[in-house]
């Protein structure tokens, strides 16, 4: 029973452009949202949360929106870097602290 | 030190043989979780440490997985009678406060079982 889905397992956006993570849920007990972002042989790197009473959190570049009557996040990237270039996972917390991970996306920015 | 410490960064183990792997956090930091990461999947919980009391341990798959935290620091994770379904990357996270969200992750340990 996956709690947490990203149904995209890769996506390609040219540098410049704006670049969409998608990511659907189950549960609406959680009580925050996070994006982490994870090159190979790294840990995962959090990168932004929203809490599950909101609808937006901005932070430079990413932008996290919710969407709670369809249990849906996405995650802007604008504009796209090459750097950007990574998995990114879609995660949500449920009370007790630990965190119900997504299957990944593949992110690929193109020069 | 400076982020979260996990060793060895990758293990080879015989099928049947016990490993145990360690996860030194980041100095101070109360919370401590394990995720298990098995190829082209995301982290799955395993189990949740405030200083050394295991508060969760739902996510460890039988009771051949074990691990302690004997004094609130580092953490080890071990595995006895290694079956090749063990095979996964074991990742440890960080955090200051209680159930604060924005956990450090180590680089995980690769563990392999042949």
């Known amino acids: 029973d996956q709690q947490v889905k990203q149904n995209s397992p890769s996506l390609s956006v040219q540098e410049g452009r704006i670049s969409i993570l998608n990511c659907d849920y189950t549960?609406?007990?959680?009580?925050?949202f996070l994006w982490y972002k994870k090159y190979p042989a790294e840990g995962p790197t959090f990168l932004i949360s929203?809490?599950?009473?909101?609808d937006k959190n901005e932070d430079g570049r990413f932008t996290v929106f919710l969407n709670k009557s369809a249990k849906h996040l996405s995650l802007h990237i604008v504009p796209s870097q090459p750097g950007d270039s990574a998995v990114y996972f879609c995660a949500a917390k449920v009370n007790t602290g630990k965190l119900i991970f997504g299957q990944g996306t593949t992110l690929q920015v193109k020069p | 030190g400076a982020g979260v410490s996990q060793s060895p960064r990758y293990k080879v183990a015989k099928r049947g043989q016990d490993v145990a792997l360690r996860c030194d956090p980041i100095s101070g930091h109360v919370s401590l979780f394990w995720y298990q990461q098995a190829l082209g999947q995301g982290p799955e919980f395993l189990t949740y440490f405030q200083n050394e009391a295991q508060l969760d341990k739902s996510g460890l798959p039988s009771d051949r997985f074990f691990a302690e935290r004997p004094e609130g620091s580092v953490s080890t994770l071990k595995i006895q009678r290694t079956q090749q379904e063990d095979s996964a990357v074991y990742l440890c996270?960080?955090?200051?406060?209680?159930?604060?969200?924005?956990?450090?992750f180590g680089s995980g340990t690769r563990l392999t079982v042949v």
């Open positions: 929203i809490s599950s009473i909101k």
């Open positions: 549960n609406s007990m959680f009580d925050y």
């Open positions: 996270a960080s955090s200051a406060e209680e159930l604060n969200y924005g956990y450090t």
